[in-house]
């Protein structure tokens, strides 16, 4: 299962007057990206933590961390692992007492609680199959070719279309234009 890290936060504009963030997970040496739509609570949650910016109180996710440990839990990884009708799905893999015990959890929260714990994210394959962007080298989508080449080959409109939601974010990504990204270079 392929171990993502948190590239970055963006916003994507919903219209002229709306915002939607995005957390940006990147496969851990590669150039494949899986942009996920998180609450704006939660993209500050994350960022909190990504630029190390000290809170007076704790906030939910600290709250959860905390919890965890006085119940004897540790967390051990989050797993996005499955994507349905355009939703994330995620868990939180605990061990509790030497047993292992998984939670489910929306990717946000997971995604939070794994940056204040400091533990392993990752994706399951078929996750990244179906919504992961490979970007070339001037930061335009690409897709692996079908017939097992490994050459990169251009998305076409009909793999766009099948994204439904993240088409149109997919269309204009680029890296580069997205503006300040809080980052989390490991």
């Given at each position: ?104 959890s929306r990717p ?22 179906k919504a992961g ?54």
């Amino acid at each position: 299962m392929p171990e993502m890290l948190i590239d970055s936060i963006r916003v994507s504009p919903i219209d002229a007057q709306r915002y939607q963030r995005v957390v940006i997970l990147k496969q851990k040496n590669t150039n494949k990206y899986l942009p996920i739509w998180i609450g704006p609570a939660e993209a500050d949650a994350i960022a909190v933590k990504l630029q190390d910016v000290q809170v007076p109180r704790p906030l939910t996710h600290d709250l959860l961390g905390t919890v965890i440990q006085a119940l004897g839990a540790v967390l051990r990884r989050v797993i996005i692992w499955d994507l349905s009708n355009d939703t994330f799905f995620a868990k939180l893999v605990l061990e509790v007492d030497g047993k292992s015990v998984e939670v489910d959890s929306r990717p946000s929260d997971a995604l939070a609680l794994a940056v204040r714990i400091k533990v392993p994210i990752f994706a399951e394959q078929s996750v990244l199959d179906k919504a992961g962007i490979l970007l070339d080298e001037k930061g335009k989508p690409v897709v692996s070719d079908r017939q097992g080449s490994g050459e990169a080959v251009k998305v076409t409109d009909e793999e766009l279309n099948r994204l439904s939601a993240f088409s149109e974010f997919i269309q204009n990504l680029d890296m580069e234009d997205l503006g300040p990204a809080e980052s989390s270079k490991k």
